[in-house]
């Protein structure tokens, strides 16, 4: 609408000045043209008095004079002046000069002078201001021609055709044109509002239902009227959200019967589990009585029996997640001494592999949290640090700040790329499936400890470079409901930093 009005004033501007300008020049030219014809006529009658003339001697020829000059004037001397001078080439002064009321040979330039004097068989014309009826000044043509009176020599008639009423018409003319100029903006300024309501009501009505759409109400629709290009749009917007609400609705259901799949299968499995477990824990409690093969395929049953045990309990919590049934038990838990348990239970494992973990956290680092699901992050990141550091060190860091606490592992093995980064936190998904694992890993370990950190409102990061190695830090309010404001832990530590660090959307959690 802003453009619209101000292209409009433009135009208006633009051809307002233009036609101002042309009625202004066709009023001054019809003004010249009259007064010239006019003056022709006026000086015929004014020589054709002085040829009549029977005296010639200088008092009868200044009353002769007085009398032209006085039936060549208007009465008002508004519509027509007149001035009766010696000619500037005519050295006599038989006659002294006579003008009509209120006008002095003072206006007559000297210029239009020399010019009768160059060619005094011709009429000369020009542009002057004389004094109006309110005082002001008012533009006026004026024309001189040459006279012969007798015994006198030259004399030059001067006629002043005032432009009062020129004025006047130029004045109502410009104003019509301000007002109409008004008018016009304003009238284009209505139109291009209507207009532009027009268009961007039912754009507001896309973003509302949008947005309503986005918030859940999968029922929202448009409101069609018309036939036009925004009726059909909003047809196919509708079109649109019928078709996401039923893809929806299917997702929701197939996620319901997935998550009641999951669930009934965890617990169902249970009780069949209790009862191979304790036949497994009898194998494996008599295993030294068995033949050697019989004794190894007791002892892989009882592994596997744990690995099996350790899936079902990652599928029951994941099903809890899903089925948002998961809650948080926060006591004031010094995370500090946490990691340091957890390090040291898996210190064997770590001393196996040839790898040294240390440790660098302050004193005491307390805060609100859950600690089962805590020590299950920290454990699944030290674990993981662990098989993939390939016998290199593992730095484990803590740190408390304002708002936060955090801890970072970082390890130095066979790292991430961009495209394993990505997916680093989806279910079931292992780096490289084909690479043998100690601890033996079920690929929902990084993904329940995602959830277990959206439940405290924190953050998990990762970051890994192939062949540098990668960090993961996990950072907690230090207590409900208080926002994170920066984490105390950088993901990197400058020391190591051999490039940007690149942590892709997918894996942020903020």
């Known amino acids: 609408m802003t453009i619209t009005a101000l292209l409009g004033m433009v135009v208006t501007f633009a051809l307002g000045a233009f036609m101002y300008e042309r009625i202004s020049d066709g009023l001054v030219s019809a003004k010249v043209e009259s007064a010239t014809v006019d003056a022709s006529v006026r000086r015929a ?35 027509r002046g007149a001035i009766l001078q010696r000619a500037i080439d005519n050295p006599t002064q038989a006659v002294p000069p006579t003008g009509s009321r209120g006008m002095a040979t003072e206006v007559i330039p000297n210029d239009l002078r020399r010019a009768l004097a160059r060619d005094p068989e011709h009429q000369q014309t020009t542009y002057i201001e004389v004094p109006g009826r309110d005082g002001s000044w008012v533009p006026a043509v004026l024309v001189g021609s040459r006279l012969e009176v007798p015994n006198a020599g030259a004399y030059d008639l001067y006629l002043i055709y005032p ?4 004025v006047e018409t130029i004045s109502i003319i410009r104003q019509s044109f301000v007002f109409g100029g008004f008018a016009l903006v304003v009238i284009l300024a209505g139109l291009a509002y209507m207009v532009t309501r027009m268009v961007v009501t039912p754009v507001r009505q896309a973003r509302h239902v949008a947005e309503r759409l986005s918030a859940g109400a999968l029922n929202e629709r448009m409101h069609v009227a018309g036939e036009d290009d925004l009726a059909r749009l909003a047809n196919s917007f509708n079109t649109m959200a019928g078709n996401l609400q039923k893809q929806i609705r299917q997702l929701e259901e197939l996620s319901v019967v997935q998550q009641r799949f999951t669930s009934d299968v965890s617990h169902e499995l249970r009780t069949p589990l209790t009862t191979i477990r304790m036949a497994a824990d009898l194998l494996y409690t008599s295993r030294e009585d068995f033949p050697a093969p ?45 990691v340091r348990q957890v390090v040291d239970a898996y ?7 040839g790898t040294r973990v240390t440790v660098d956290a302050p004193t005491v680092c307390i805060a609100e949290m859950d600690v089962r699901r ?12 662990i098989e993939h550091s390939e016998g290199k060190p593992i730095k484990v860091t803590v740190r408390a700040g304002e708002s936060a ?13 961009p495209t394993e980064m990505a997916q680093v936190f989806t279910r079931f998904w292992r780096a490289d499936p084909a690479r043998a694992r100690t601890t033996g890993g079920t690929g929902l370990g990084l993904s329940i400890a995602l959830e277990d950190a959206r439940l405290h409102a924190g953050w998990l ?9 990668s960090c993961f830090r996990l950072t907690l309010p230090l ?32």
């Open 45 to 79: 009658d004014a020589q054709d008095s002085f040829s009549q003339v029977d005296k010639t001697d200088t008092s009868t020829l200044q009353q002769t004079s007085k009398d032209i000059v006085s039936d060549l004037s208007s009465v008002d001397d508004l519509s």
């Open 163 to 166: 432009m009062a009423q020129e």
């Open 294 to 338: 019989t004794a190894r395929s007791a002892e892989l049953l009882n592994k596997e029996l744990d690995r099996f045990e350790s899936l079902l309990a990652d599928l029951l919590e994941i099903s809890r997640f899903d089925a948002g049934a998961a809650n948080l038990d926060r006591t004031s838990t010094d995370l500090s001494d946490l």
């Open 347 to 353: 210190s064997p494992l770590a001393e196996r592999l």
């Open 374 to 385: 805590v020590e299950r992050i920290v454990r699944n990141l030290v674990t993981n640090a």
């Open 405 to 417: 606490v955090a801890v970072a592992v970082r390890d130095h093995g066979v790292g991430m790329s």
């Open 461 to 469: 990061q990762a970051w890994g470079e192939p062949g540098e190695g």
């Open 479 to 510: 207590a409900e409901g208080e926002p994170i404001r920066r984490s105390p832990v950088r993901l990197l530590d400058d020391s190591d930093q051999t490039g940007p660090i690149v942590i892709p959307e997918e894996v942020r959690l903020r």
